[in-house]
């Protein structure tokens, strides 16, 4: 094992399991009603514009979480660097990682297909999916208004809006 991984493995350990606990504590909270499982619809939803906040908020070009030409003016430090690899390890692969679902998607599908046909399943399916793309695009708009700089996110041309 190199020692990136030993330090890397148990922030997306302690992530993964603070996730995976949330989305336990969100579906006890939330009652079941009706066949949808309201309770990983909301997480996967929630997750997925949590991991567009981070992307956007520790991945925009010359921000603190790209990897940049070192004493380059206006660039953040190697910390911040090392800080933001560690944020996304600890929050987007471990918590988000945790928290979201694809497994228990798939799964809900199948019962939902056995107990309300193959046309609810497969439009659950997509629209947790497409709702999903539409949660990430908001948090990546919402990270790139919210950081400091005239930056523009990578996935972005110049001028275009989130």
Avoid: K
Wanted: aromatic share 6%.
């Amino acid at each position: 094992m190199t020692s990136q991984l030993i330090r890397s493995l148990p922030l997306v350990a302690l992530g993964g399991a603070a996730g995976a606990a949330a989305r336990e504590a969100l579906i006890l909270g939330m009652p079941a009603t009706g066949s949808l499982p309201w309770a990983i619809i909301v997480a996967n939803i929630a997750g997925a514009f949590l991991l567009g906040l981070l992307y956007a908020g520790l991945d925009r070009p010359g921000g603190p979480g790209r990897q940049v030409a070192p004493n380059s003016p206006g660039v953040a430090s190697h910390t911040v660097l090392l800080r933001n690899r560690r944020l996304r390890l600890l929050l987007g692969t471990g918590f988000c990682g945790g928290f979201t679902t694809y497994s228990t998607l798939a799964v809900g599908v199948l019962l939902l297909a056995g107990s309300s046909g193959v046309v609810w399943a497969a439009a659950y399916a997509a629209g947790t999916v497409f709702v999903g793309a539409l949660a990430t695009w908001a948090g990546i708009a919402l990270g790139i208004g919210s950081s400091a700089g005239p930056h523009q996110h990578p996935t972005l041309r110049r001028g275009q809006q989130p």
